[in-house]
Each structure stands twice: as structure tokens, then as C-alpha cells.
């Protein structure tokens, strides 16, 4: 059965940077796409930003200039890079992946992980 892993997620201060990867059990190649979702209090999930077998990807515009997704292959993971965190982008991250360009709904999830950004 597919797993998704996620880590990396904890406290930082408004302003700075924090990295979450995602681990997969076996090959993501047969991911066509891989992506990143969050939950903040209160509010429905979210899509952060998606990457396709390939290298294209796409953001939220609320972390456009502000998060890199890239996914690695040879290690099975895929990352977010957040700079320039602010404390709206405190949630749980959901790493999230499907084998079909085709569509938009994920089929398979992690756990989720936190992130808090403090003022």
C-alpha cells in the first residue's frame, strides 16, 4: 500500500524559513503528480502548489514568490521550501499524490504535519 510521510514541519518566527519533505514508500515516478495541501484553524483545505513528472508546477497565489515545491526521484521525495513565512501560513501540511495528469482530486494522503508561524 502507498505511504507518504511527511517531516520537517515545527515552530518558526515570522519571517524565516522552514523546509518540508515528503517520503515515499517505493518509486514516485509512477506519481505524474505530487503536491502539497494545508489545513489552517478554521478554515478547509487548501492546494499549496503541485509538480508534474517533468518539473512543471503550480502555486497558490498566496505563497506565489514564497514556496518552491521540487520532487527527487532518485530518493523517492518531494520537498517545499517556505521563506518568507508569515503567520497566516500556520496549518497542517498534507503531502498528497496521484498517478493521473487527468483531474484534480489526489488519491493518495499523509498524515499531515504542523507548521506555526509566530508574529
Known amino acids: 500500500q502507498v505511504q507518504l510521510v511527511e517531516s520537517g514541519g515545527g515552530l518558526v518566527q515570522a519571517g524565516g524559513s522552514l523546509r518540508l519533505s515528503c517520503a515515499a514508500s517505493?518509486?514516485?515516478?509512477?506519481?505524474?503528480?505530487m503536491g502539497w495541501y494545508r489545513q489552517a484553524p478554521g478554515k478547509q483545505r487548501e492546494l499549496v502548489a503541485t509538480?508534474?513528472?517533468?518539473?512543471?508546477?503550480n502555486y497558490a497565489d498566496s505563497v506565489k514568490g514564497r514556496f518552491t515545491i521540487s520532487r527527487d526521484d532518485a530518493e523517492n521525495t518531494v520537498s517545499l521550501q517556505m521563506n518568507s513565512l508569515k503567520p497566516e501560513d500556520t496549518a497542517v501540511y498534507y503531502c498528497?499524490?496521484?498517478?493521473?495528469?487527468?483531474?484534480?482530486?489526489?488519491?493518495?494522503w499523509g498524515k499531515g504535519i504542523l507548521v506555526t508561524v509566530s508574529s
Open positions: 498528497a499524490a496521484k498517478h493521473s495528469r487527468i483531474g484534480t482530486l489526489m488519491d493518495y
Open positions: 517505493g518509486s514516485i515516478f509512477s506519481f505524474n503528480v
Open positions: 509538480i508534474i513528472s517533468g518539473g512543471s508546477s
